[in-house]
């Protein structure tokens, strides 16, 4: 079956901390992976990767596409309470949602 | 500008009716994607309509409709409700266009099957 797994599924840090969110996915004719993040209902988005090796930026937040190895990496440095949510990441090709790793980031 | 719009927010209804959710894209947006989000299973897509064609389908049973007018618009329909359709529903509108991606969710209805 085709999968987009992410890891960890659940993640608590500290203020200030930086912190890696994996997502693995199987697919042929790969389009493209997105990234979102949900706080409560709406999830909003942050990321297209489509390009292998090239990494997207904004402000504290980051991203990276290993389209060989079926991998792509979000990147949080500096974590603020704020960043608390669940992230999620989707293959663009079915729209295949990963479970999503759900980030509690503590004062 | 507006962004997706979807009615109503919360919804309570019993096992065997039927219910209809509506979704109000961006305007300029002809994309629609409806999404059913539970616990256990997460976000699932459901399908996408595009000026008023369905253009793909996620892995739902037939009880699941939808819709989509001519000013963008879509409506989402599940028939003979089961409690196991208790869910959060999202929309999200996008361009539609090739390359295009779906970045704009609406707040969800929350529906309740007892």
């Known amino acids: 079956e085709d999968k987009v797994v992410q890891s960890p599924l659940s993640l608590v840090v500290h203020e200030g901390d930086t912190v890696t969110l994996n997502c693995s996915y199987e697919?042929?004719?790969?389009?493209?992976l997105l990234w979102y993040k949900q706080e409560k209902k709406a999830p909003t988005f942050l990321f297209m990767l489509t390009s292998s090796g090239i990494e997207k930026k904004s402000g504290r937040l980051s991203s990276i596409l290993d389209k060989k190895e079926l991998f792509s990496i979000l990147n949080i440095t500096a974590t603020q309470t704020g960043d608390s949510a669940v992230y999620l990441c989707?293959?663009?090709?079915?729209?295949?949602f990963g479970a999503g790793t759900r980030l509690t980031v503590k004062p | 500008k507006a962004g997706v719009t979807q009615t109503p927010r919360y919804l309570i209804k019993t096992r065997g009716q039927q219910v209809t959710l509506s979704c109000s894209p961006i305007?300029?947006?002809?994309?629609v994607s409806w999404y059913q989000q539970t616990p256990g299973q997460g976000l699932q897509f459901l399908f996408e309509?595009?000026?008023?064609?369905?253009?793909n389908k996620g892995n739902f049973p037939g009880r699941f409709s939808g819709r989509q007018f001519s000013n963008s618009r879509s409506e989402m329909n599940v028939s003979t409700l089961e409690l196991g359709d208790s869910a959060l529903y999202l929309c999200a509108s996008s361009t539609g266009t090739a390359g295009s991606f779906l970045a704009f969710f609406g707040q969800g209805t929350r529906l309740t099957v007892v």
């Open positions: 989707v293959r663009h090709n079915d729209m295949r």
């Open positions: 309509y595009f000026s008023e064609t369905q253009r």
């Open positions: 305007s300029g947006h002809r994309s």
């Open positions: 697919v042929t004719n790969f389009r493209s």
